[in-house]
């Protein structure tokens, strides 16, 4: 298998719920079994669910299709895990934008609902941060990626689908 290119490895929920030491994010298995052909140069991104960080789903940006690992077990080829981008009305996806609606990710007998993942330009956010413009400056083609989904903890309640908590990760 070609060597893997991580976007991001994210721990959703155990960050809110439990002490950063809670887990080993080093020790993560990080591995796919099998992938489908893509079309272009895929972009990785690991998300990890829990303090037992034992729910692994894999989303990988091939263009505008994103493929979920919907069940954890590193088969990205699986009915249901092909997602096409939303047509964005603002923005052609010529233009390297792209919304994905992802939908629900079970962990065990928890639901994390309503996975989002939007692909962005970041041309608006050069003017205020630095290093986002010494970025675009070795590569103009750059995107931003921002992830939500809201994320069910028992004893807690948010503002987000069912009172879950809405969680958010930008690269």
Not at 98 to 115: C, P, Q, S, T
């Amino acid at each position: 298998m070609q060597t893997l290119r991580f976007l991001a490895a994210l721990t959703v929920a155990a960050a809110f719920s439990f002490p950063a030491s809670a887990a080993d994010l080093t020790r993560i298995d990080r591995t796919i079994v099998k992938e489908p052909a893509y079309t272009s140069s895929p972009k990785y991104c690991l998300l990890v669910f829990g303090a037992d960080v034992k729910t692994r789903v894999w989303l990988v940006h091939d263009g505008d299709t994103l493929y979920v690992d919907r069940n954890g077990n590193g088969d990205l080829t699986e009915t249901g895990e092909k997602v096409t981008a939303k047509k964005n009305k603002y923005v052609a996806a010529d233009e390297g934008v792209y919304d994905f609606e992802a939908g629900d990710i079970g962990d065990g007998r928890l639901v994390h609902k309503a996975l989002r993942c939007y692909v962005g330009k970041l041309e608006h956010a050069a003017d205020y941060f630095d290093d986002v413009r010494a970025l675009l400056s070795r590569n103009p083609q750059a995107r931003g990626y921002y992830i939500t989904c809201d994320v069910e903890m028992p004893g807690r309640t948010g503002i987000g689908i069912e009172g879950q908590l809405p969680c958010t990760a930008i690269s």
